[in-house]
Each structure stands twice: as structure tokens, then as C-alpha cells.
């Protein structure tokens, strides 16, 4: 159990679609990361948040966006849902976001299914 | 740029069996070296890290992996196999690139078999 909370668990939208997951990060830590895992492929990084800026991005268009509120829980935003947007979404939080061997700790993750 | 291989898709290996979950990077600096194990439907659970020092690491679960970085691997092993390690392995490096970040490989689906 790493602390890190994700609703919905599962989603179901059509394309066209809005979409916000939510994710509650463990206690104490003030950086959270979002990755995007296809199906058969490792996790994407798209971006992460720390004390509620964004502090980097991965290859994601502009409709992937997000936030991170003071309680340092985040959301991740798509806007114009594509078929290829199906995918497990994943959240992790970590204690600091400059340390180059910092773990990450990850939650269970929502299931986007876009039809 | 960074890269992370995991050059077999599935591996299947019978119950009490060793097991060798092979992994390999592409990385300009000294590495941190993760592997992540994920059963179906869930989220990504650490087994090990490599940061620096000992170069043989011991994990969670009896697994351990060993860094090698003449052969830039971090091959992940396990004496004996338990039905119970059935599901999908990833191995990560992590590193800063203006945001400290995790790069995946494509992960390793272990079945056993009993």
C-alpha cells in the first residue's frame, strides 16, 4: 500500500469527450507525476507537478493538462478525447522533485476506455 | 537518448524454477535503476533500486538484481519461482532532464506454471 489514491478507478467516454482523474498523493510528499500506460506498454511519463506548478512535460499535446492544489492531491485533465487516449492512468507522488534517486510511489491507477 | 529494453515480452517457467528477467538501458551518466512489478488491473509496486555502491541489490518478495555496467544491464533474478510472482515486470531508469523522471521499458509478462 504506497498511499497514493486514484478515482475513478474505472471510466468509460466517447471521443470528443472531457475527462478529469483525480489523485491524492502520500502524506508529506509535494510532488506528483502522471504517466500513461497503453495497453502492452510501459508507463509514459506526461507530466509532473511540484508545489502546484507544472515542472515538466513529456511528448503530450497541449489537451493533456493539469493541476496540483495546495493539499499538494492533483488532477490530470484530457480535453477531446481520442480512441487512442484508452489507457491505465497512472499517479505517483514523490518526497522531492530535484533528487536524482528519488522513488517514486505509484496508485492503483484509472482505466480510461474511450469509445 | 535515454532508452529501456526489455527484450522478452512473455517468459513462462514452472513453480520452485530460477527465474532471469533481463534488462537493458541507454543512459549517459551513472543510472538509477528501478524494477517495478505490476499485477493485472493494478499499480506499479517497487521490488528494487539501484542508486550507487554494492552492485548486487536485494529486493522485496526474494528477488534481487545485479548492475552491470560494462554490459549496461540490470538483469533481475529470483532463485525459486512462486505461483503467486505471475505478472507484468518493468524495469525503469530514472534521471533529470530539467524534471526528474522514470523511463520504462515495455515490460515482461511471467506466467507459472504449476
Known amino acids: 500500500e504506497t498511499g497514493v489514491t486514484q478515482s475513478p478507478t474505472h471510466l468509460i467516454k466517447t471521443r470528443g469527450q472531457q475527462v478529469t482523474l483525480r489523485c491524492s498523493s502520500q502524506?508529506?510528499?509535494?510532488?506528483v507525476s502522471w504517466y500513461q500506460q497503453a495497453l502492452g506498454q510501459g508507463p509514459q511519463f506526461i507530466f509532473q507537478?511540484?508545489?502546484?506548478?507544472?515542472?515538466g512535460r513529456g511528448n503530450f499535446p497541449p489537451r493533456f493538462s493539469g493541476l496540483q492544489f495546495p493539499n499538494y492531491s492533483s488532477e490530470l485533465n484530457v480535453n477531446a478525447l481520442e480512441l487512442d487516449d484508452s489507457a491505465l492512468y497512472l499517479c505517483?507522488?514523490?518526497?522531492?522533485?530535484?533528487?536524482?534517486?528519488?522513488?517514486?510511489?505509484f496508485g492503483s491507477g484509472t482505466q480510461l476506455s474511450v469509445l | 537518448a535515454q532508452s529501456v529494453t526489455q527484450p522478452d515480452i512473455h517468459i513462462t517457467v514452472s513453480e520452485g524454477a530460477s527465474l532471469e528477467l533481463r534488462c537493458n538501458y541507454s543512459?549517459?551518466?551513472?543510472?538509477?535503476l528501478f524494477w517495478y512489478v505490476q499485477s493485472p488491473g493494478q499499480g506499479l509496486q517497487l521490488l528494487l533500486k539501484?542508486?550507487?555502491?554494492?552492485?548486487l541489490v536485494q529486493g522485496i518478495k526474494g528477488f534481487e538484481a545485479e548492475f552491470k555496467r560494462s554490459q549496461s544491464s540490470f538483469n533481475l533474478r529470483k532463485p525459486s519461482v512462486h505461483w503467486s510472482d505471475a505478472a507484468e515486470y518493468f524495469c525503469?531508469?530514472?534521471?533529470?532532464?530539467?524534471?526528474?523522471?522514470?523511463?520504462f521499458g515495455t515490460g515482461t509478462r511471467l506466467k507459472v506454471l504449476a
Open positions: 502524506s508529506g510528499h509535494n510532488t
Open positions: 507537478y511540484y508545489r502546484e506548478e507544472e515542472n
Open positions: 525503469a531508469v530514472g534521471f533529470t532532464s530539467g524534471t526528474y523522471k522514470y523511463i
Open positions: 539501484y542508486f550507487s555502491g554494492d552492485t
Open positions: 543512459y549517459g551518466a551513472t543510472p538509477y
Open positions: 505517483a507522488s514523490s518526497l522531492r522533485s530535484f533528487a536524482t534517486n528519488e522513488k517514486l510511489f
